[in-house]
């Protein structure tokens, strides 16, 4: 009787992770990952170098998405390095698709500052594919330049 309960007790947990499995998001990072560098001088003969690196991270189960982004400032003279500061984190984005699914993604970005970006920043484009059913929609998001970002998805259109 005591190996019935505990066959039995294996089982349920069994059952009980395969569950947990099958409901859990997947999450994947993009494939497009972006650096852009910058320098500048200051008064004294300062020298200042500032990265940027991008990436984003998809929900391959609810189509929503994180932009992450990575950064870091040195500062030196003409002999040593007088300050350098690091700063990073990721915002979430709304989902693409509107039910839950399998999606596959890419994504790409301007490189600030850029001939390309007419307002502010720059842009970045989503493409999200639903991997169950012929289905891609392509999302692209620029700046304003006046506080506010401007993003519209299209559903492409199989001929």
Known sequence: ????????????????????????????????????????????????????????????????????????????????VINVQADGGCSKKPRIFDNDSSYAFDAAETEPPNTNSFFGQGGYSIWAADTTAQKVRGCITISSGLGSDISKCIDMNFQ
């Open 1 to 80: 009787m005591n190996h019935v309960i505990k066959i039995c007790s294996g089982a349920a947990f069994a059952l009980v992770t395969l569950a947990s499995v099958v409901h859990a998001d997947e999450f994947r990072l993009s494939n497009n990952q972006r650096i852009s560098c910058s320098r500048g001088l200051s008064a004294g003969k300062l020298n200042t170098a500032t990265c940027k690196s991008y990436a984003y991270l998809f929900n391959a189960k609810t189509s929503e998405y994180f932009r992450c982004q990575v950064s870091l400032a040195l500062t030196r003279d003409n002999k040593e």
